[in-house]
């Protein structure tokens, strides 16, 4: 009798040690500004789309921008001059100087000319690295495939870069999405991100993984698990995460 029970009882235990209910929210979800300054030119995404990673979002007017890049270019290529003169100088000097007929004066200035010449050039290479980012983060890109949440930039829009930079775009992932819930810290204890876990929402189970156990300022914790962005999964749908 005692086996019978004890064999009822373990076919009739649930499937998941905790049923948990949650919330779906995006995940990844980034606020898009510019660290550079500008007039914002074009806007090139809708709320509601999806772009792939590495998508132009926007572009400010980048006429200061490349202006900058060819004044460094053209002084790159004035001093890349100055250094070749220079070093032919310093050839020269060490040629006149080996066969004695220069001295260690003319020999220390040709060093001295050409240690300038580099050092110069050297300034003149780095501000044209420095245009060119600059001229780069005047068009904000994805930095994964994502689904915009909103846009706040319009054509005609200053974006400040100093200081607290507005914000232009927000964007979440596309191809994923999370379960939000809370859970004691006794639960907490026995988690780690990376744990399978599965999400019941709109009548399907999904099978995901936990993505993040977060401390909350009432002593208990909030449960993130990820799942696969399906068809029709957005942020506030209510769910259910399942823990084995």
């Known amino acids: 009798m005692m086996l019978r ?130 001229l780069d983060e005047s068009e904000p890109r994805a930095p994964y495939d994502a689904l915009v949440l909103d846009r706040i930039a319009e054509p005609g829009m200053a974006a400040a870069g100093q200081c607290q930079p507005p914000v232009l775009l927000v964007l979440a992932r596309a191809d994923e999405i999370l379960a939000r819930g809370g859970i004691t810290a006794g639960q907490a204890a026995g988690i780690k991100p990376g744990d399978k876990a599965a999400v019941s929402v709109g009548g399907k189970t999904v099978a995901g993984k936990v993505a993040a156990v977060r401390a909350r300022a009432d002593g208990r914790y909030q449960l993130d698990v990820a799942i696969p962005r399906g068809h029709g999964l957005m942020a506030g749908m209510s769910a259910t995460i399942r823990l084995p």
């Open 5 to 134: 029970i004890a064999l009822l009882t373990l076919f009739t235990l649930p499937a998941w040690a905790a049923e948990l209910p949650a919330q779906l929210d995006w995940s990844q979800r980034v606020e898009i500004a510019t660290p550079v300054s500008g007039v914002v030119e074009t806007v090139n995404v809708l709320p509601g789309q999806q772009v792939q990673k590495g998508s132009v979002l926007l572009s400010l007017n980048q006429t200061a921008f490349k202006a900058s890049l060819m004044e460094a270019r053209a002084d790159v290529d004035r001093l890349g001059q100055e250094m070749a003169d220079a070093q032919r100088e310093l050839d020269r000097a060490n040629e006149l100087y080996a066969r004695t007929v220069s001295s260690t004066t003319e020999l220390d200035a040709a060093k001295l000319r050409h240690t300038r010449a580099a050092a110069q050039l050297a300034g003149a290479e780095a501000r044209v690295e420095r245009a060119r980012r600059l």
